[in-house]
Nanobody, 126 residues
């Protein structure tokens, strides 16, 4: 079992930045690929970014390319999402995810992801 706890969300003005953190506990953190998804009101949960268990490979959805950076600190059992140049369209609840197979996240198989956090709300004002 893996427990995921997100933090770092909040209210920010357009053009601003936020860094989300996801602290993992439980089973061996380094065995899992980690990712971030988001869900805006009335919309489906969508993939944002993912990182392999080694940290050697990172992946981004189109919405985050060039603006978001994912990283992980295995010693701290934490994954981060640095978000820059935020726009109101980035407003959503951001969820941390963990899965033994990164392909599950990359193909947005939301119902198949092994573990989810409870989410952190990001609100970007115009």
């Amino acid at each position: 079992q893996v427990q995921l706890v997100e933090s770092g969300g909040g209210l920010v003005q357009a053009g601003g930045s936020l860094r989300l953190s996801c602290a993992a506990s439980g089973r061996t953190f380094s065995s899992y690929s980690m990712g971030w998804f988001r869900q805006a009101p009335g919309k489906e949960r969508e993939f944002v970014s993912a990182i392999t268990w080694s940290g050697g490979n990172t992946y981004y959805a189109g919405v985050g390319k060039g603006r978001f950076t994912i990283s992980r600190d295995s010693a701290a059992n934490t994954v981060y999402l640095q978000m820059n140049s935020l726009t109101p369209e980035d407003t959503a609840v951001y969820y941390c995810a963990a899965d033994g197979n990164i392909a599950t996240m990359l193909r947005q198989a939301v119902s198949s992801v092994d573990y989810w956090g409870k989410g952190t709300l990001v609100t970007v004002s115009s």
